[in-house]
């Protein structure tokens, strides 16, 4: 499967830990994205690359997310320190031109 | 800001029947629409995407795109029990530009 690839699939963590996710886009996209997807607020842009240049960096997410992309295949959220609040499913997803936006299968992180 | 509005949040249709979900957006100047179903256990999957007036049909779904009424739907034809899960009306400022504006989603039973 030549999808966006997401790991781990579920992650506990304690409050105050530092958690990274981490997201293999499709090869050859040149746009990433990180989503936070909760009931109350849906889907939220975290951060946006464009050839692995941070486009965005999803504004009141600023203080405690962290997100980067060292390489064109692989993209990493870190998280610290967490908070309860932060329990969600974070999807990544990437994109090339018009050919359309894939999402990968998220992560569901639960603080505790 | 642009904001994006789905209804019903929650939908059961029987099987065969019509589903129809609604979406209004704020922003009149977006041209790049887009719906994506998603089920619990996978990522987000893009049924159809719209980038000026009228209609596009993808197999079974048909979105429907009236800009000056800030509103964009999806119909499903002939729905089965497979299409339940929640779907999701994304919104782009145009079509270059994948920093998409999700919906809350709605919420499709389809009951045989």
């Known amino acids: 499967d030549a999808g966006v690839t997401q790991t781990p699939r579920h992650e506990v963590a304690e409050k105050g830990q530092t958690i990274i996710l981490k997201c293999e886009p499709v090869?050859?996209?040149?746009?990433l994205f990180w989503y936070r997807q909760t009931k109350i607020q849906g889907l939220e842009l975290l951060s946006y690359?464009?050839?692995?240049?941070?486009?965005?960096d999803g504004g009141a997410f600023k203080d405690r997310f962290k997100a980067e992309m060292l390489n064109s295949s692989f993209s990493t959220l870190k998280i610290q320190p967490t908070e309860p609040k932060d329990s969600a499913v974070y999807l990544c997803?990437?994109?090339?031109?018009?050919?359309?936006?894939?999402f990968g299968k998220g992560t569901r992180l639960t603080v505790v | 800001q642009q904001k994006v509005q789905q209804s019903p949040e929650s939908l059961t249709v029987s099987e065969g029947a019509m589903a129809s979900l609604n979406c209004t957006f704020s922003?009149?100047?977006?041209?790049?629409f887009r719906w994506y179903r998603q089920h619990s256990a996978k990522g987000l999957e893009v049924l159809v995407s719209?980038?000026?007036?009228g209609e596009k049909e993808e197999g079974r779904f048909t979105a429907h795109l009236n800009r000056a009424n800030l509103h964009v739907s999806l119909h499903i034809r002939e729905p089965q029990p497979s299409d339940s899960a929640v779907y999701l009306c994304?919104?782009?400022?145009?079509?270059?530009?994948?920093?998409?504006?999700f919906g809350a989603g709605t919420r499709l039973k389809v009951i045989a």
């Open positions: 690359f464009r050839s692995k240049s941070l486009m965005e």
């Open positions: 922003d009149g100047t977006s041209n790049n």
């Open positions: 719209i980038f000026s007036d």
């Open positions: 994304a919104v782009s400022p145009n079509t270059g530009n994948y920093k998409y504006v």
């Open positions: 090869s050859g996209h040149n746009d």
């Open positions: 997803a990437s994109s090339f031109d018009r050919a359309g936006v894939f």
